[in-house]
């Protein structure tokens, strides 16, 4: 295919900055808020959003969804509960994410294993949202098959008219919160001649051990 030949020279040498090991925090957490802050600052489109990683029969699945706290050291998102990856975290609770801000040259890999959070803080960040996202939590059957697009439009019209005098609408008890307590966090820095620093943590009880690894 012509567009392979295209993939093929598509290179960028990443030189923009070095991350040394001594120069890394003890603590991953403040690490990484140290890097989202500067992704935060810098041209990224959508900071908070990373690739979540899970497995259902042996099989990888991934999607994009966003990072929308950090609380008790761990990292918190929001979805459907009876979504595929609902029912993917409730069959295995290990998981894994990627964070990629390409202006700065740098990924961050973590894994984990995921909990549901309170249901106070889900109805916290429920009532913070806009509120056509709240409608939208309410009618969407998230990852079932529906018909087309105008039976969408259908179940957002239903639940909007259902809600149009009540001002505080009620989270839905098939959505809320997971948080996930990291086990391996591996800031990336893109270098050039592909010789990239890869710095590693790993938990070792309630400790970090920091490990340099190859690229």
């Known amino acids: 295919m012509e567009i392979n030949k295209t993939l093929e020279n598509l290179r960028i040498n990443y030189q923009s900055a070095a991350l040394d090991i001594h120069d890394c925090d003890q603590d991953p ?13 810098s041209e990224c489109d959508e900071p908070n959003a990373f690739i979540l990683s899970t497995v259902r029969d042996q099989q990888p699945r991934a999607r994009v969804i966003l990072l929308k706290g950090i609380h008790q050291n761990k990292f918190i998102f929001y979805t459907n509960y009876n979504s595929a990856k609902g029912v993917e975290l409730e069959d295995n609770a290990k998981v894994a994410m990627t964070f990629m801000w390409l202006p700065l040259q740098r990924q961050v890999r973590i894994e984990g294993t995921v909990t549901k959070v309170s249901e106070e803080l889900s109805d916290d960040y429920f009532q913070k949202r806009p509120r056509g996202s709240q409608l939208g939590a309410i009618a969407s059957p998230q990852s079932q098959i529906v018909p087309n697009r105008e039976a969408l439009e ?17 989270r839905p008890t098939h959505w809320g919160g997971y948080a996930v307590a990291p086990t391996l966090i591996e800031f990336w820095q893109g270098r050039n001649n592909r010789m990239h620093d890869r710095i590693c ?8 051990e920091l490990q340099r690894l190859a690229p």
């Open 29 to 41: 957490l403040l690490q990484f808020d140290k890097w989202l802050k500067e992704a935060l600052l």
């Open 154 to 170: 259908k179940m957002f019209s239903e639940i909007e008219n259902k809600f149009k005098n009540i001002e505080i609408l009620p």
């Open 201 to 208: 943590y790993v938990k070792n009880g309630k400790d970090w």
